[in-house]
């Protein structure tokens, strides 16, 4: 790890450009920032800071109660707090808000409290405990259209929910009128795989529906294949690095944002190591004091001494603030 960060020093990181950021909820840098917890209650105080930060960066847009921000473990209550409180100091940013959960019930209160809130988008995850078909999950996303106007964006995030979407699952759910993009993850592929899958989504699509990448390490080869967002879980903590691989790849500039990515290679191999960001995630922001100490709802576990020792010498590293 300590090789990989110094030899990745000699690429800096720069400033993200002053250009305003988009009013569209379905293009750019969307950033996921962590819902704090504290004594096992909302650390809204903490949240409020993590938006603000996201404001000052000038991301496209920002979405809570994601993975990152937990929203299942939450109760419907303090979602709607979470979205209220992200409305409220967005500053005019969209704001897409997480409202997947094990019942339909929850997740139409989760969608209901959004949209009074404000949110400019709605992001659906199928979450469950039994193992859903696709009928379901299509059932799923009919009912919430039926009682919500807001854009819908397929949320695909299978190595957290363990459901496995298909193209033509993406097709089907592509006839819904409100549903008006989709997360695809991230997969280790050429740039011509890349190409070809964002091709073939929207060819199942017939290009009626944004496309977003997630899973940090390939954002920028999203991006570059023609991706119209990337959904990114440690932009909500670190949305500076983020917005510069996003810009980059905005204009064009490939190499350069795969420069950026592949700076931040230490940082990739940190959550693949980890099982995925979250828990780096928030041993960043506890780091660099934007949180109060361990912030993860319970059972989750923070990374332990070693590992926090690991991710302190890594920002140090890569200059990460």
């Not at 695909?156 to 033509?168: E, I, R, V």
């Not at 977003?212 to 690095?241: F, K, M, N, Q, R």
């Amino acid at each position: 790890m300590t090789d990989s960060a110094t030899c990745s020093e000699a690429v800096p990181m720069p400033l993200p450009t002053p250009d305003p950021p988009s009013t569209d909820p379905l293009t750019g840098l969307s950033a996921f920032p962590l819902t704090p917890i504290r004594d096992g209650s909302l650390d809204t105080d903490a949240f409020a800071g993590l938006v603000d930060r996201l404001v000052t960066a000038g991301v496209d847009s920002i979405a809570p109660l994601g993975s990152t921000g937990c929203g299942p473990y939450l109760h419907t209550d303090e979602r709607a707090e979470i979205a209220r409180i992200t409305v409220e100091r967005a500053a005019g940013i969209p704001v897409i808000v997480g409202i997947g959960a094990l019942s339909t019930r929850d997740v139409l209160a989760n969608a209901a409290s959004a949209e009074a809130a404000g949110a400019a988008a709605l992001l659906l995850a199928p979450v469950s405990y039994h193992p859903l078909t696709d009928d379901e999950v299509v059932a799923l996303f009919r009912t919430v259209a039926s009682t919500s106007g807001l854009p819908l964006i397929v949320y695909d995030n299978p190595g957290t929910t363990h459901f496995t979407f298909t193209t033509d699952l993406y097709a089907r759910l592509a006839e819904i009128e409100t549903v008006a993009a989709i997360k695809i993850p991230g997969l280790p592929m050429s740039p011509e795989d890349w190409r070809a899958r964002v091709a073939a989504i929207r060819t199942a699509t017939s290009g009626r529906v944004a496309v977003g990448v997630s899973v940090d390490a390939y954002g920028a080869e999203g991006l570059i294949a023609g991706c119209d967002a990337w959904y990114s879980a440690i932009g909500g903590t670190l949305p500076g690095p983020m917005l510069a691989i996003t810009r980059a790849a905005q204009s064009g500039e490939a190499e350069r944002a795969r420069e950026l990515l592949v700076h931040l290679q230490p940082l990739w191999d940190l959550f693949a190591a980890h099982g995925g960001s979250l828990r780096v995630g928030a041993a960043i922001a506890e780091q660099l004091g934007l949180v109060n100490g361990h912030c993860l709802p319970a059972p989750l576990a923070p990374l332990d001494a070693e590992g926090k020792e690991t991710v302190a010498a890594l920002i140090a590293a890569l200059d990460l603030h």
